[in-house]
Structures are given as structure tokens and as C-alpha cells.
């Protein structure tokens, strides 16, 4: 049993579903790539297990608990965490008082555990989130989810708006944090051949439709597809 199962899934938004038939599984302590072109429903999907977007058909499960069709706010009871792509933090508040409000009582990580993954942000508690740069705001919204002590992480585009020499280092961390913290992660991104080298496997999307599942680095050796695959249109 995976710690996330989603079994032939069709969602969207309306009516109108963007992807049809899409089942994945991630495993603890293993991150995952999740790519595809713009518009091929990657976000949609993402939306959908963490309870944002309706099921049209099919299950998703969480450890063995059907998650499909409950709210947002129970799934994250769960153990599901989305980092979305505009960060979720709280730019009126400081560092700190953004991993306060994230942190559980009953959870094992601490705050000194996530200066520990980034120690950038040991000299910034008191600043204000909206003062801090791009790079900055990244590793507070992703210690903000990694302190509330999710089960399944699903993270939409990580590198919007850093420049790619961050995100680079970024992703090691997080492959880190996964493995230690057993934390299954589902990861959109767009800088492909970087989010393959951190991923144990890969998926891709394509005008809603999975059209590859297996290792990262079998993808990863296949450049002419993943050029077909990402010039070959949009579903939503």
C-alpha cells in the first residue's frame, strides 16, 4: 500500500475535465516529478488530492484512507501538505511567527530543525516575510509545511521566481528532508532535468493523460521524448 494511490482520476474544473484516467503513487521518504507541458494538468491534479477541485472519477487515497471528495481542511488533518505557487506565507508577519502558526503541537519537527535544513533563515526570525527575497520566502514556506509534520508534500513549481542557481541548491535539501523525515513529496516543476535529478521517479503529463511512468533517471536518458512530450499541448 503507497502512501498516496490515486487511481484513474478525472477532474477539472466545472464540467470540464483536464486530465482523464491518471493514477500515481508515491511512496514515504520518496519524491516524485510530476511534469508535463503548461496547461497539461498538473496543477489540476495537485488541486484535486488536496481536496481543492472536485473528483469527477475515480480515488485517491492517503495511507490507505480514501481522502476523495473531503474537504480540503480534513485532508490536511491527514497529513497532506500543498505548498502552492504563490508560497502561502504571511508577508505581514516575521519568520518566525510564520512557523508558529504552522506548527503543530504533536509534531516532531522543530524550529531548530528547519534553521538546520536552512540556516539562512537563523539570522532572519524577526523579519518580516514580505522584506525577505525570493529565495528566502521559498525556504520559509517550505519550512512553514515541513514543521506542521506532513505525510505527503505536494509542491507546484518551487522555482517561480528564484533564479535557477537557488532552486538548484534548494533541491537536494528537499530531497533530504524527504528521506529523512520519510515526508513522500509530489513535485510539479518545470525546470526538468533538475527536478529528475532529484527525484526517484517520474511521471509525465500530457493533454491530461499520463504518458510516462517510471524512474527518473530512465526519463531522464530519453530527451527526444521529453521534447515531444513538452511540445505537445495543453488540456488545462
Known amino acids: 500500500m503507497s502512501l498516496l494511490d490515486v487511481h484513474e482520476l478525472t477532474s477539472g474544473h466545472g464540467d470540464v475535465p483536464a486530465v482523464h484516467d491518471v493514477s500515481l503513487r508515491v511512496e514515504a521518504g520518496e519524491m516524485v516529478a510530476l511534469l508535463g507541458a503548461n496547461g497539461a494538468g498538473k496543477t489540476t491534479i495537485l488541486h484535486t488530492v488536496a481536496g481543492l477541485l472536485p473528483t469527477m472519477s475515480g480515488q485517491v487515497s492517503l495511507d490507505g484512507t480514501t481522502i476523495s471528495g473531503l474537504a ?21 508577519l516575521t519568520v518566525a511567527e510564520n512557523l508558529r502558526l504552522h506548527q503543530r503541537s504533536d509534531a516532531s519537527v522543530q524550529v531548530d530543525d528547519i534553521v538546520r535544513y536552512f540556516p539562512a ?14 529565495g528566502e520566502q521559498q525556504m520559509l514556506a517550505l519550512g512553514c509545511r515541513i514543521i506542521a509534520g506532513p ?3 505536494l509542491i507546484d513549481e518551487m522555482s517561480l521566481g528564484l533564479a535557477p542557481i537557488i532552486f538548484k541548491r534548494m ?9 529523512e523525515k520519510q515526508i513522500g513529496v509530489l513535485l510539479v516543476e518545470q525546470h526538468v532535468h533538475l527536478a529528475l535529478k532529484a527525484s526517484d521517479r517520474a511521471y509525465v503529463l500530457n493533454r491530461g493523460r499520463i504518458t510516462f511512468d517510471g524512474a527518473a533517471h530512465e526519463l531522464a536518458a530519453r530527451p527526444e521524448f521529453l521534447e515531444s512530450s513538452y511540445l505537445g499541448g495543453s488540456a488545462g
Do not use: E, W, Y
Open 171 to 179: 533541491l537536494p535539501v528537499l530531497s533530504q528532508i524527504s528521506s
Open 121 to 134: 533563515l537563523a539570522n532572519l526570525m524577526s523579519r518580516k516575510a514580505g522584506l525577505l527575497s525570493g
Open 72 to 92: 480540503s481542511h480534513k485532508i490536511s488533518r491527514l497529513g497532506l501538505s500543498l505548498l502552492p505557487q504563490d508560497r502561502g506565507i504571511f508577508f505581514q
Open 151 to 153: 505525510r505527503l508534500l
